[in-house]
Each structure stands twice: as structure tokens, then as C-alpha cells.
């Protein structure tokens, strides 16, 4: 697949601070990528780079074969975003809402009303099409905002926080809708999110951003293997002291950091899942029995953690 | 640029400001009082009053010496044996001509502020930019959605108000008697430089200032402009004669360019995103 986004060490200062830096990032046409990062991190800058709405101070940007500096207006065409806060002109209705911006995505009328209808069907608003926005609730605006982003059938969707602002219940619904609209085979997503079970939930593969740049990007597996390449696992056993079956652990290829936790159980880390059943057999052969054996991946949220604070990583 | 986004711009901004009440009822006020109850006023309510119009004008040391300083082009529009009539004419024909321009003023800078900081300040603008509609698209567009109301109401409410100015005061007449050619550049010469000047303004100030009020504050500033004419008119140092008028036009659209080019310069997307410009 093609890639749709390739920028490398793009700059952007607002008032002298700088929001992006050495901002460097590569999509695939078809991935759903999320941007993970603290307020202030540069997610949404990101973007409004990345739509031409903001000029870089340096670096290199492509976005679907087009520089954002001279050509944004055929980028915008062809992206569709969900801004933070749904942005909808709150006096219009939603059909007026819809009808002003896929007329300004160069929709004619007919082909307007044909996929207003359809996605309000979808989201489920088309009872309230004929209303004004002022009377929405949150979640209903911020569907409506999707409907929006997704009018002109965009290539590449970009969604800015879509769940920050809702319920629970809202928030599930949205990120349905998101897991729907993103499974469109060529559409390429790009979603900014601080709820990380939503980005391991909806996203392919994410890239983590620090202070203006993304500090490490790739799959799950890949952050884990590159931030984590060491296992955690426990180790519940009876029938022996713990002291006497750490020292066997701790005297096993592979092993690191062995502790006694208490009760039977052990914790230590390795570095691959194969040392596992040989470390079992060792148990076994000492006549311990074992109850569980728990190896613990990291997740999202520990590499998360472990960037924001520790040093900067490329995949 | 693309028309059809100019206009879909421009009527989406018509539309919003519609809904807005409040900007609607400060829009329609002030051409109610100059357009309606002024000349009402002058032409019912006065003449049915037991006061002399001759009382009204010499009682007055202003109105006196208004038309005492008035140059002879003018003052043969005004039939001084006719009392009731020379006071119509002088206050309506006259004194009130430069207040007519406040008119068109005051809706080019609420829909503008409306129109540019309004949208940042209820956070609708990035949606906006967003879409493909390029930055001419944008500043034509909106700038269309608050020059062509001011102009046509304008030319509407000048159409009322000769209407009023002709059949109220009927009697005292017996004719047709306005507009006084004073009127026709004012209307079609004046009032688009200034409405221009006010548009420039906003979008202007506009990419500095973060809300509506703010915008529609410093750009009604222009109305200064008109109540120094009335100034100037009044204290006999300027009076509105066609050639005055001709050349007062010339140099409104001048400035009106000059500030076109500055907004035109300092409008962009980033502008209007980050305050700065």
C-alpha cells in the first residue's frame, strides 16, 4: 500500500513555543493510526499542518501526493476531519449544517441530500435532521460532526479527541461508529485520543507523541518488543519455600529480577516466552506445585507511561 | 476562487445572523428610526403640533446658522416663503442626509464581526477551514455576505424614505420633490466606499481580536466618520453639494482600497486559527 502521510522534521511555532518538532510520521493508505499524547503535545497541530491550515516552519510534508503549503485546498478535498469540540453552526439545522459543507466539498445538491440521508440513517439522527443544532445533546452533536467528516467519502479521516467529551455511553456509541466507518478498506483514519483502550481498541498501530514529536511509533507488538522487550511473569506454586524456588529461577537462562512476592508467589521477567516451560520443568523437578503461571504483557498504557517518561525512542 | 463557494459562504452567513436576534434587532432599529419615524416625525407629527415652522428653524442656533453658511448651490432647493416646506427640506433633505450613512454601516460591521470573529468565538471557524473552500473563497465570501445586505438596504431604505418624503408631506408640496440630487451619489457613490472601509476594517481587526464584540466595537469605530461629516455639515464647514460629495467618495474608496489590500494581505487560515496575522 501507498503511503498517504510522509512527513519528516516538520517545525511549528505558536508565539515562539514550539507545538511540533522534528515532527516525523508515515501512514499507510488503509491504517487506522492513532496519535497518542498529552495536552499540548502537538496532536492537533499535527493536523492542521497536515490540511494545510498551518505552515511548518521547515521539514518535508506529502499528503496524498499533494504539499499541504501549496496545495491544501486539494488535500482538504479529499481528508475529512472531526475537530475537538463538533464546530457546528449550532443555529442551522443539521440538514442546513450538512447541506453548507458537502456543498462546499464540491457536492451538487442531489449527491448532498443522497449521503446525508444515508449516514443520518447510520448515526441515527435523521429524526432530528429538520431541528437546529442548539438543541442537540453532546452525543448527538458529535455524531453529526462524524457525518460531516465522512460527507464527501474521504480517503483519509482525521478524528481529534471524538470521545473526550462524552459519557460512557455516548463515547461507546461513537467508537462503534468509528470502528464501522474506519473498516471502509481504502479510508485511512488518524485518530487523537488521550483514552488509550480506544486507541488499542480501533487503531492498527500508534504513534506515541512527546513535546512536539512523536517519540515512538509501530504496531502493539512492535512498541512492546522495542519499549518492553522483556517478559513479566508470575509464578503461583505451594508444597515449597519460595527462597528455595526463587534460587532455581533465578539460576535459569533467561531470567531476570527474580522476586518473592509472598504466598507462593513469584515474579520475575524474561526475555522471551521460550525460556517459560523449561523454567516449569525446573519447578516440577523440585516438587513444587504449580498453580498458575501468569506471564504479563505489557500494554499500551505501560509504554505510554514509560515514554512520557523516559527518553525518545524511533521505531 | 469558485462563485459557487462564495455564495454558499455568504448565504450561510445571511442565515446565521438571521437567527440572531439580537444582532437582527440593533440591524433593524436604526434604519426603522431614520428610515420610518424621523421622517414621520418631521412631516405628521410636527406640522400637526401647534409650533411654527419657522419657530422650529429660528429657534434653533444651529439649524440658523446651518442655513445661514449654506452655499447657493443648495439653497435653491429650499423655498424660504414656504415655511413648513423649507423645514422639511432642511432637516430631512439636508441635515439628516450624512445620518443616512450610518445605516448601511452599522450592517456591514455586525454581519463582518458576525461573520469572522463571531465564528472564531463560538469555535465554528476550524470546522470552516477545514473544508476545501480556499482562502479567497473565504474572505470573498464572507465579505459578500456583509456587503451586499448593507448596500441593498440602503437602497431599500432609501427608496422608503422617498416614498415617505414624498407622500407624507403631500400637502405642503403638491409634488415630487425628493430626492434632491445631493442624494444620488450619497447613496451610490458614498455608501459603498463606506461600507467598504467598514468590511476592511473588520476583517482587519478581526484576525487580531478573539470575539464578536470586540471586532464589532473597534470597526463601528467608522460610524465616526459619518457623525464627522454631520459635524462638519452642521458647523458649516462642509456641506454635502454633488462636487463634495463626488470627491468625498473618491477618497473613501481610496482608503476603502488601501484597507481591502491590508485585509487582503493579512488574511489567511493560520490567521485566523492562532490570533495572529
Known amino acids: 500500500m501507498p503511503n498517504v502521510i510522509d512527513c519528516t522534521k516538520l517545525s511549528f511555532r505558536y508565539n515562539g513555543v514550539h507545538a511540533l518538532k522534528d515532527f516525523s510520521l508515515s501512514v499507510k493508505q488503509g491504517e487506522v493510526v492513532a496519535l497518542l499524547g498529552p495536552n499540548g503535545a502537538g496532536k492537533t497541530t499535527s493536523i492542521r499542518v497536515l490540511n494545510g491550515l498551518l505552515t511548518p516552519e521547515s521539514g518535508a510534508i506529502n499528503v496524498l501526493g499533494f504539499d499541504p503549503r501549496q496545495d491544501g485546498a486539494k488535500i482538504r478535498a479529499q481528508t475529512g476531519v472531526l475537530t475537538e469540540t463538533p464546530a457546528l453552526y449550532e443555529r442551522l439545522t443539521a440538514r442546513q449544517n450538512l447541506s453548507f459543507f458537502g456543498s462546499l466539498s464540491g457536492m451538487s445538491k442531489q449527491e448532498v441530500d443522497d449521503r446525508s440521508k444515508t449516514l443520518l440513517d447510520v448515526f441515527n439522527l435523521q429524526q432530528r435532521s429538520g431541528d437546529r443544532v442548539e438543541t442537540f445533546s453532546k452525543g448527538m452533536k458529535q455524531r453529526l460532526a462524524l457525518v460531516r467528516a465522512l460527507l464527501h467519502d474521504p480517503e483519509l479521516l482525521f478524528l481529534d479527541e471524538p470521545t473526550s467529551d462524552l459519557d460512557p455511553e455516548a463515547a461507546k456509541q461513537v467508537q462503534d461508529l468509528i470502528l464501522e466507518v474506519s473498516g471502509h478498506e481504502n479510508r485511512t483514519v488518524i485518530l487523537c485520543t488521550h483514552r488509550l483502550y480506544e486507541a488499542e481498541q480501533l487503531c492498527d498501530r500508534v504513534a506515541i507523541m512527546k513535546n512536539g514529536r512523536v517519540a515512538a511509533a509501530g504496531t502493539l507488538d512492535e512498541l512492546r518488543a522495542h519499549v518492553f522487550p522483556m517478559l513479566q511473569v508470575n509464578f503461583r506454586t505451594t508444597g515449597k519455600a519460595d527462597a528455595e524456588l526463587a534460587g532455581i529461577l533465578s539460576q535459569m537462562p533467561g531470567a531476570n529480577e527474580v522476586k518473592v512476592q509472598g504466598d507462593g508467589e513469584i515474579c520475575l521477567v524474561v526475555d522471551s516466552e521460550d525460556r517459560i516451560p523449561a523454567m516449569v520443568n525446573a519447578l516440577v523437578n523440585a516438587r513444587a506445585a504449580i498453580r498458575a503461571v501468569e506471564p504479563r504483557r505489557a500494554t499500551l498504557e505501560d509504554i505510554y507511561l514509560r515514554l512520557q517518561h523516559a527518553g525518545e525512542e524511533k521505531l | ?277
Open chain 2, 1 to 277: 476562487m469558485k462563485w459557487k463557494n462564495v455564495f454558499t459562504i455568504a448565504k450561510k452567513d445571511w442565515i446565521e445572523v438571521r437567527q440572531n436576534k439580537y444582532a437582527m434587532v440593533a440591524m433593524l432599529i436604526v434604519p426603522a428610526i431614520f428610515v420610518i419615524i424621523m421622517p414621520l416625525v418631521f412631516t405628521l407629527l410636527i406640522p400637526s403640533l401647534d409650533v411654527a415652522p419657522q419657530d422650529v428653524i429660528s429657534s434653533d442656533a444651529d439649524i440658523q446658522f446651518f442655513v445661514e453658511r449654506m452655499p447657493l448651490a443648495l439653497r435653491q432647493y429650499i423655498d424660504f416663503g414656504k415655511p413648513m416646506e423649507s423645514m422639511i427640506v432642511i432637516m430631512l433633505g439636508f441635515m439628516l442626509a450624512p445620518m443616512f450613512l450610518i445605516m448601511p454601516l452599522m450592517f456591514a460591521t455586525t454581519i463582518a464581526a458576525e461573520s469572522f470573529a463571531g465564528e472564531r468565538e463560538r469555535k465554528t471557524i476550524e470546522s470552516l477551514l477545514y473544508t476545501p473552500a480556499t482562502d479567497a473563497d473565504l474572505l470573498i465570501g464572507k465579505v459578500t455576505a456583509s456587503a451586499i445586505p448593507s448596500i441593498l438596504v440602503a437602497w431599500i431604505g432609501f427608496a422608503v424614505y422617498t416614498l415617505i418624503l414624498n407622500l407624507a408631506p403631500y400637502r405642503f408640496f403638491q409634488r415630487i420633490w425628493f430626492p434632491l440630487p445631493t442624494w444620488w451619489p450619497l447613496i451610490f457613490w458614498i455608501t459603498p466606499a463606506l461600507v467598504a472601509i467598514g468590511i476592511s476594517l473588520t476583517v482587519i481587526i478581526s484576525a487580531r481580536v478573539q470575539n464578536f464584540l470586540g471586532a464589532y466595537q473597534t470597526s463601528a469605530s467608522v460610524v465616526l466618520l459619518v457623525v464627522l461629516l454631520f459635524t462638519g455639515q452642521m458647523s458649516g464647514v462642509l456641506y454635502l453639494s454633488v462636487g463634495v460629495e463626488m470627491v468625498l467618495g473618491a477618497v473613501f474608496w481610496i482608503i476603502a482600497l488601501v484597507m481591502a489590500y491590508f485585509g487582503f494581505k493579512t488574511f489567511n487560515r493560520g490567521a485566523l486559527l492562532t490570533g495572529k496575522s
